[in-house]
Every structure is written in C-alpha cells, then in structure tokens.
C-alpha cells in the first residue's frame, strides 16, 4: 500500500529565509508526485507535480521539488520565502489505475517578519 | 471561470438527521471524487467517480452516499450523521481518471455533527 509522510508538522521560518518541507514516500510502482498548497479558509491548490523526465520541478511562485527515487523523497524547498507563503502544504501520490490521491498529513509553513 | 463549487461551505446539524452537500464542476471533468480532511491526517478519500453513472469506495466510505446521475454533479449524502463525521469536506475533479491528472478542489464544506 502507498503511503505519504510529511517529516515537520509545523515548521515557523523568518521572512526572506530559505525552506525546505520534506515528504518521503513509500509506493512498490511507479508513482506521479504532487504538492497542493492550501491557504487559510480555501481549497487546495496544485503548486507542482512531477509526472516523469527531469527530477527537479518548479512552480511560478519560486518554489521548486526534487524527485528522489532512490530515496522515494519529494522534498518541497523555496531559497526565500514571503509573508504570502504563510499556508499548509501537502504531498501526495497517485498510481495505478485511477486518480486517487495519497495525502500526508501536512506541513504549516508559518513565515514570520 | 473554471471552477468546482460546493454548497454549503459551513453546516450544523445533529446526529441522526439526513443532508446532502452538492458539488459542481463546469469543466467537463469526467473524473470526481470526495476527500474529507481531519488534522494529523491530511486529506482520505470518501468516494470516487470515474464518470456518470460509474461510482466506487475510497478509503473511507462508511455512512456515506454518493450519486452521478449528471457529469458535472457529484453530491455527498450523509443518511444519519453521527459526530465522528464532523471534519471539512473537499470535492475535486480531474479529466480523466488517469493517475497524472491534476485535481482541481473545491472550497471545502465544514461540517459539525452534535
């Protein structure tokens, strides 16, 4: 069975530093990687996926993730982050035959002045 | 605008009495499907419909209900509630439902069973 982890629940980080919010997965096939990005009192919202080809992906806002398959990771990392990236993260996976979505359990990313 | 819509967003109800939280995509999605969010666990899958007429169990289906009698719509019902289904609830929709297709959400139901 797949299953997802998010290392941090919460991780507090200054304005202007760099983060990195870590997901490791466990799935026997391959596997198509996700994070989702939800702010306060919205919905989730796809901030990058990785389907195949190169390992490193990279989203408009600066943020960018890395497939590691040898190390089944998908970790998240922006060099510089802003009050706006003030939210949860999520990572999930997806494989087989349909489009379910294996969630971790989330990371609140709480950037500070 | 593409979008998925759920209705209500903020629900109190009690144990024991029937509703339903209606979802709708207007994006020709033909793949739906509804997660529920709990904190620690992130989001589990209730249900899933890979088109009209065509629905599944997720991870988590038990004293839930859904229908696909139209491809845009896709509602929830909860015959009698019970606490333990208090949690905020997501709609999402997807092309198809092939495992790389993005997910597009709802804004989320909050639901509060006494």
């Known amino acids: 069975a797949q299953s997802v982890t998010q290392l941090d629940s919460q991780v507090p980080v200054f304005e202007e530093a760099p983060v990195e919010l870590r997901c490791n997965y466990s799935?026997?096939?391959?596997?198509?990687l996700f994070w989702y990005v939800q702010y306060p009192n919205q919905g989730l919202q796809l901030l990058l996926k990785?389907?195949?080809?190169?390992?490193l992906v990279e989203s408009i806002n600066g943020f960018e993730a890395e497939f590691n398959k040898s190390q089944t990771s998908f970790h998240l990392r922006k060099p510089s982050v802003h009050i706006s990236d003030t939210a949860e993260y999520f990572c999930?996976?997806?494989?087989?035959?349909?489009?379910?979505?294996?969630f971790g359990a989330g990371t609140r990313l709480a950037v500070h002045p | 605008e593409a979008q998925v819509t759920q209705n209500p967003r903020y629900l109190i109800t009690v144990t024991g009495k029937k509703l339903t939280v209606t979802c709708s995509q207007n994006m020709n999605h033909e793949y739906m499907s509804w997660y529920r969010q709990d904190p620690g666990l992130g989001l589990r899958q209730i249900y899933y419909s890979m088109n009209v007429e065509v629905t599944d169990k997720g991870d988590v289906p038990e004293g839930y209900k859904v229908s696909r009698k139209e491809k845009r719509n896709f509602p929830l019902i909860l015959e009698s509630p019970s606490p333990n289904q208090t949690s905020l609830y997501f709609c999402?929709?997807?092309?198809?439902?092939?495992?790389?297709?993005?997910?597009?959400f709802g804004p989320g139901t909050r639901l509060t069973v006494l």
């Open positions: 799935s026997s096939v391959s596997v198509y």
């Open positions: 990785y389907l195949s080809g190169s390992t």
């Open positions: 999402a929709s997807s092309l198809t439902g092939a495992a790389y297709n993005e997910q597009f």
């Open positions: 999930a996976v997806s494989s087989g035959g349909y489009n379910k979505l294996i």
